[in-house]
């Protein structure tokens, strides 16, 4: 599992800003840009199920 959570651990960095926005406009500045995002785009199952158990 080490190199499946050392990629997402790595892809999470820097995102906490984006993610947990401290002012109300920034709040309403990450939904607007979620709002765009396709839907799938953002599916996380496909990462998990790429591992092998």
């Known amino acids: 599992m080490r190199p499946y959570v050392e990629i997402c651990q790595k892809q999470a960095r820097g995102a ?7 002012k109300r406009t920034h709040i309403w500045m990450r939904n607007q840009v979620f709002r765009l995002v396709p839907p799938g785009l953002l599916n ?3 990462a998990a199920e790429a591992i092998s158990l």
């Not at 906490?16 to 401290?22: E, I, R, S």
Request: aromatic fraction near 10%.
């Open 16 to 22: 906490d800003g984006f993610l947990v926005p401290a």
């Open 44 to 46: 996380t199952s496909k």
